[in-house]
């Protein structure tokens, strides 16, 4: 527990100096380029990957690395621990200076997140969690919400998932959509209890999950693929088929409406 409580220490601080560098680049002036794909990446995105690879790998050398901003390679397979890092999860967001981005740092070990944060910095609200040490919000425990039910119950996610063919044979219940930038965002309000689920059908990066996993199933939340499996970290494809991250009651109810929807790959 003291190793899990000093690479807390360490990924805390280090995601809340990332915060700061991250409004004080915009500040500055972004430099906006188009990833493979369309999907925007800035010089704030950057600098902050640079900053956190230097810091955390200076800080522990033997550890791996997997983030969003840095290409991928097979070394990180050969290591115990890693970092999972998302320099600023809600880029779009971030440069639209809306408050729904977030640092999510993540440290696995042998395949399973044990230390987690999510700084969100224009709301200042940072999630931490260790393995087995529960989760709290700027230093106070937070709680999974104990809702029992589907109707009414609030969803972050886009409204339209539910109307596909694939749920005929069960409709939904009424629910309350809404929607935030940062998936590893909304798995911390879903842990906080601020929201009941947050649910997305298609493959997820780990560097946007990993740290959420953590927060929210020691919140209490559950948390695994659309098809109910368990997530697993540091594999070859870094990636989790889909998220369904819910309060314990209503988990497996989501979990058994989605059962004819096909894995994505």
């Known amino acids: 527990m003291m190793d899990l409580n000093a690479d807390l220490d360490l990924i805390r601080q280090a995601a809340i100096d990332a915060g700061s560098l991250a409004i004080a680049e915009r500040e500055a002036g972004l430099k906006i380029e188009s990833k493979v794909g369309g999907s925007p990446v800035t010089s704030g995105d950057l600098k902050v990957d640079a900053m956190l690879k230097d810091r955390l790998l200076s800080a522990r050398p033997d550890y791996g690395w997997l983030s969003e901003e840095t290409a991928d390679t097979a070394e990180r397979l050969s290591k115990r621990r890693i970092f999972v890092v998302d320099p600023i999860d809600g880029t779009v967001a971030y440069m639209k200076r809306t408050p729904w981005w977030c640092v999510p740092i993540a440290v696995v070990e042998d395949g399973e997140v044990v230390a987690a944060v999510i700084h969100a910095p224009e709301v200042d609200e940072t999630y931490v969690a260790t393995r087995g040490g529960g989760a709290r919000r700027n230093g106070k425990p937070i709680h999974a919400s104990d ?119």
């Open 147 to 265: 809702v029992d039910t589907l109707e009414d119950a609030s969803i972050l996610g886009d409204a339209r998932l539910i109307e596909a063919p694939y749920f005929d044979d069960e409709p939904w219940p009424a629910m309350r959509f809404e929607k935030r930038n940062a998936l590893a965002y909304r798995m911390a309000l879903v842990a906080a209890g601020a929201f009941d689920a947050a649910l997305a059908l298609t493959p997820k990066w780990d560097w946007d999950v990993a740290a959420g996993w953590l927060i929210a199933t020691e919140a209490g939340a559950r948390v695994s693929d659309h098809h109910g499996r368990p997530w697993a970290f540091n594999r070859p494809d870094p990636r989790q088929a889909s998220l369904v991250c819910a309060a314990p009651v209503i988990q497996p109810m989501i979990v058994r409406r989605c059962k004819n929807v096909p894995l994505s790959t």
